[in-house]
């Protein structure tokens, strides 16, 4: 139902990399609007580890990295530590809907 | 640093008004460059932005096509603050509501969420 497609999960031992994508269409990703990605820890504020498709804010650690190809984006996270364990979501905006629009998440786990 | 301080009861009757606030400090509702955002998080319709009031000159909202009949996002200039009513709900509005502010299309501060539960 969400507009952005992310896989439900993803679960990596720690010190390893995941990949977390988030595919679109040709009216959001594929138009050109960038991809932001936030980090959800469930009771507390979301935040924002990636902005306009592969920057980082202050504070957030090299092992968070952002891309975008087609109607297609990904977060990459490396060296994983448990600390990372939360939910992940990717947004963008929509022309056809006019309207900002998001993933419908990814959880991952730290094994 | 911002922060955003949500209020607002839990726990609202079908076909009332839901109605939020979210508190602003170290920023301004008034900002130019800055825009006040209203969103919910579900299991059924996931996170779904509601809509936005900014100024440019003079005060603007948009709102989501799929509330805009129902929805309401006014900015408290006194108390540096803005506000979401929601009127008419259904057991489909019970959500996690966020504010949140966005600059340069993305939210770069949230509040800590209100679980909103529409029951008798």
């Known amino acids: 139902q969400s507009v952005l497609t992310q896989p439900p999960s993803v679960s990596g031992a720690p010190g390893q990399r995941v990949t977390i994508s988030c595919t679109g269409s040709?009216?959001?990703?594929?138009?050109?609007?960038?991809v932001h990605w936030y980090q959800h820890l469930p009771g507390t504020a979301p935040r924002v580890l990636i902005y306009?498709?592969?920057n980082r804010p202050s504070g957030v650690p090299d092992r968070f990295s952002g891309s975008k190809s087609g109607t297609s984006a990904s977060l990459a996270i490396t060296g994983l530590q448990a600390e990372d364990e939360a939910n992940y979501y990717c947004?963008?905006?929509?022309?056809?809907?006019?309207?900002?629009?998001f993933g419908g998440g990814t959880k991952l786990t730290v094994l | 640093q911002v922060q955003l301080e949500q209020s607002g009861p839990g726990l609202v009757k079908p076909s009332q008004t839901l109605s939020l606030t979210c508190a602003i400090s170290?920023?301004?509702?008034?900002?130019?460059?800055?825009?006040w955002n209203w969103l919910r998080q579900s299991p059924s319709r996931g996170l779904e932005w509601l809509g936005r009031?900014?100024?440019?000159?003079?005060?603007?909202?948009e709102y989501a096509v799929s509330v805009k009949s129902r929805i309401t996002i006014n900015p408290d200039t006194s108390k540096n603050q803005f506000s979401l009513q929601l009127s008419s709900v259904t057991p489909e509005d019970t959500a996690v509501y966020f504010c949140?502010?966005?600059?340069?299309?993305?939210?770069?501060?949230w509040g800590q969420g209100t679980l909103v539960t529409v029951s008798p």
């Open positions: 949140g502010r966005g600059r340069d299309g993305y939210l770069d501060y």
């Open positions: 170290g920023d301004s509702v008034s900002s130019n460059s800055a825009g």
């Open positions: 009031t900014y100024y440019r000159s003079r005060w603007r909202s």
């Open positions: 040709s009216s959001n990703i594929g138009a050109g609007y960038d």
């Open positions: 306009g498709n592969s």
């Open positions: 947004h963008s905006y929509d022309s056809s809907l006019n309207s900002w629009v």
